[in-house]
């Protein structure tokens, strides 16, 4: 047991020592996790702030400019112009200078007045669907808001989609609605499975292209002590990538972490073993590090897309949705979400955790087995 323990630190710290003379690799483990957080963080936000808008005020009047306040002293809306005719607001949408504009008919203060209906037109750039449909909810949100407040001092209702209903709304999880907290968890998956599959699958290729791997096998050292040996490395890199970003999500993001961090680290070791059982298939089917990459390439892509990291699986063809379930990444990300956003434990995500672990104990024997009869 002894000797057996050697010759596996013996083959990591070989391991190490390449990493540590290829000075390309050690910005690639510690400093692209920070880089990616950082981008998903701030600049792949699916929130919509400071949306240019236009107002087109036919009534001009404290009632009607009081409406246009609502919209203007928000952090979604940004009132930057000021219309007299419908042809205006169509030249600036077409400019691209306004995504946003406001329409207030005439005689707008003067129904309000005598309790009657009195609809407002919001217009938006649909160019590009997901921004238009927030904004509209935004706004609809404003002009229910508003109408409600009339209704309860006038008892009128005086705008469209006006309901006493909103006022039971509730959002859980995730009150303000921010993308960061529901993007940052997801990049946690992202990071792990590209530091631990790609880098380790490499690794592996590497040594069978400089022709080194057959020496190592002719060593007193077992192929099963190979394999664990090349792997550890990377298993102390992807534990170390979780503990760096959640410690960025939560004290620089401020991502609240409701479950338990142990029972978090816990769960990602059983992912790493997925992440190295398909690095390792990889290594098994090239030959040269490029074609490595590309492999890697063709599942970490896909599996980026249909795993629910950004687009809601739910949304997916019957078809596709299918085939989500044979990525491992989905169970991983329904986890890691439920542990920080939830607080979720075990017997909540019990379902999830079998499943990672069969992916993870099948994928390690099968690319074990094939690793030793290629070699």
């Known amino acids: 047991m002894r000797t057996t323990l050697k010759r596996i630190f013996t083959i990591a710290w070989k391991e190490v020592v390449h990493m540590r003379r290829d000075r390309g690799m050690f910005p690639l483990i510690f400093i692209a996790p920070i880089i990616q957080l950082l981008m998903f963080g701030y600049a792949a936000t699916l929130d919509v702030e400071n949306l240019p808008t236009a107002v087109y005020d036919q009534d001009e009047t404290p009632a009607s400019r009081e409406f246009v306040g609502r919209f203007q002293y928000t952090r979604y809306f940004k009132v930057r112009y000021h219309v007299k005719t419908y042809r205006e607001i169509e030249d600036l949408m077409d400019r691209d200078r306004i995504k946003v504009a406001i329409v207030i008919p005439v005689r707008f203060e003067e129904k309000i007045k005598q309790r009657q209906r009195s609809p407002v037109q919001i217009l938006l750039d649909g160019t590009n ?197 044979l990525i491992p990444l989905r169970y991983f990300l329904v986890i890691v979400r439920g542990i920080f956003l939830k607080g979720s434990g075990l017997d909540v995500l019990w379902p999830q955790v079998l499943v990672l672990f069969i992916f993870g104990v099948s994928l390690l024997t099968l690319s074990s087995l094939r690793f030793r009869k290629r070699v």
């Open 129 to 325: 669907s997901n921004t238009a449909t927030i904004a509209m909810n935004y706004a609809r949100t404003i002009t229910q808001q508003y109408s409600i407040e009339l209704l309860r001092h006038e008892g009128s209702v005086v705008s469209v989609n006006a309901s006493v209903l909103n006022d039971s709304l509730r959002v859980w999880y995730n009150p303000e609605l921010k993308s960061q907290v529901f993007m940052i968890p997801g990049v946690l998956v992202m990071i792990l499975l590209i530091m631990t599959m790609i880098f380790s699958g490499l690794s592996i290729v590497r040594e069978k292209e400089l022709g080194t791997i057959e020496q190592l096998m002719v060593t007193p050292v077992r192929p099963g002590e190979l394999i664990v040996g090349k792997l550890l490395p990377f298993i102390v890199i992807g534990f170390f990538d979780v503990a760096l970003v959640t410690s960025l999500a939560i004290f620089f993001f401020e991502v609240p972490l409701k479950g338990d961090v142990f029972l978090l680290f816990g769960l990602a070791g059983i992912f790493i073993m997925c992440t190295l059982g398909l690095g390792m298939f990889v290594s098994t089917i090239s030959r040269t590090q490029q074609q490595a990459v590309l492999t890697n390439f063709f599942i970490v892509f896909p599996s980026i897309v249909l795993s629910g990291f950004m687009f809601p699986i739910e949304n997916m063809p019957r078809l596709i949705q299918y085939v989500t379930y």
